[in-house]
């Protein structure tokens, strides 16, 4: 009977140190991203995003269909376009690079008509527009676009 006292006084302070260090270590949803203000992303995106992507996130007509010099048309960011299809990162990169660039870092040469932001907005305001992007889709689209994020952020974690 003796031997229990030491092996919980063994666990204990063991089980102590687990539970805090798991309570301690950030939250996912608590990332950048979570904490950016989606008032201001809505700001942003209509003097920036809306004039090419539309006003309620619509996109344009025929956005999936090449243009002649091989680029697409800007796409919906509402939930019947593909950019909740896309995580963080990319969605990320794609704003402050622009598309031709991003692909680039990704080993795709493709045209894109979408221009880099990275030299007008900062990376907190690219942050807020992405938010007050995703706000507007339904929870599903939500919870795609975050479980591919955190795919997407393991990989870069094995890849580094």
């Not at 030491?6 to 990332?31: G, H």
């Not at 008032?39 to 995106?45: P, Q, V």
């Not at 344009?60 to 243009?67: A, E, K, M």
Request: charged fraction near 20%.
């Amino acid at each position: 009977m003796s031997r229990y006292p030491a092996i919980a006084a063994a666990v204990l302070p063991a089980a102590l140190a687990l539970a805090w260090w798991a309570t301690s270590r950030p939250d996912p949803a608590t990332s950048a991203a979570a904490e950016a203000d989606i008032a201001t992303g809505a700001e942003l995106y209509v003097e920036n995003c809306a004039s090419c992507h539309g006003a309620n996130l619509q996109g344009q007509p025929d956005w999936q269909t090449q243009n002649d010099d091989g680029s697409l048309p800007a796409p919906p960011h509402d939930e019947t376009g593909h950019t909740w299809h896309h995580g963080d990162d990319v969605l990320f990169d794609y704003t402050k690079l622009g598309g031709k660039a991003a692909l680039a870092r990704q080993g795709i040469e493709l045209n894109s008509g979408m221009p880099g932001f990275g030299d007008k907005l900062g990376d907190q305001q690219i942050r807020d527009i992405l938010a007050y992007i995703k706000s507007s889709w339904p929870a599903r689209q939500r919870d795609v676009q975050s479980a591919r994020s955190e795919v997407e952020r393991l990989q870069g974690e094995t890849t580094q």
